[in-house]
């Protein structure tokens, strides 16, 4: 067994030494769920592309917020469109449903900015799929926006160059069931809030 005495745990170092092998945490993972070799598969993968070690550790907050702005220059010189900035978009029937785009193409398009980890970023790529945990906030803008036709959900993560960043194209015609499903919903639940309210105010 070969040993690395000079080498101490949590560091970038051990991080570096780490990358793209078979650990104890690994293994707990292959010998799980079939979700969880998947993802396991997907690590290993991310790990051996990757420059430099994984900040997927890092608060996903300030991960997003610190390569948002280079995640949009990236779509726009790969697919030569101009993304406007916009803080904040409210429905015209209703303006207590809202979203915040991350930029706005045109009335007809816009894009969803994601910039993961390594492991979730190659699932993504190779599952070419949005995620299950953003796919309502990718519905909401259609809500908001009846004339909006097309979602660019845009994976970024520069630390994999083979591939840093991955655009799915997602439609309104392939999601009007689930728009409508999302703006009942929405309607029922603001009738809730208005209910549980004026208990409140009668008080």
């Not at 900035?85 to 900015?113: K, Q």
């Not at 910039?115 to 190779?126: P, S, T, V």
Request: aromatic share 8%; net charge negative; hydrophobic share 35%.
């Amino acid at each position: 067994m070969k040993k690395h005495n000079d080498i101490d745990q949590g560091t970038d170092a051990w991080h570096h030494l780490r990358k793209g092998k078979i650990t104890g945490t690994t293994l707990k993972a292959i010998m799980g769920t079939h979700k969880a070799r998947q993802d396991a598969i997907y690590e290993i993968i991310s790990e051996r592309l990757m420059l430099g070690v994984d900040t997927e550790y890092e608060n996903p907050m300030d991960r997003g917020t610190r390569l948002e702005p280079e995640a949009i220059s990236a779509f726009e010189f790969d697919t030569g469109k101009v993304v406007e900035r916009t803080g904040f978009c409210e429905s015209d029937d209703n303006e207590l449903i809202a979203y915040s785009p991350d930029g706005i193409i045109s009335d007809e398009e816009d894009l969803e900015v994601k910039c993961m980890g390594g492991k979730n970023h190659i699932k993504m790529w190779l599952m070419n799929e949005v995620p299950d945990e953003y796919y309502w906030q990718l519905i909401q803008a259609f809500v908001v926006n009846p004339k909006l036709q097309k979602r660019n959900f845009v994976g970024y993560n520069p630390d994999i160059p083979t591939h840093p960043l991955h655009i799915i194209e997602v439609k309104r015609e392939s999601a009007e069931e689930d728009i409508e499903k999302a703006k009942n919903s929405q309607d029922v639940f603001l009738e809730e809030v208005e209910m549980e309210l004026s208990k409140i105010i009668k008080l």
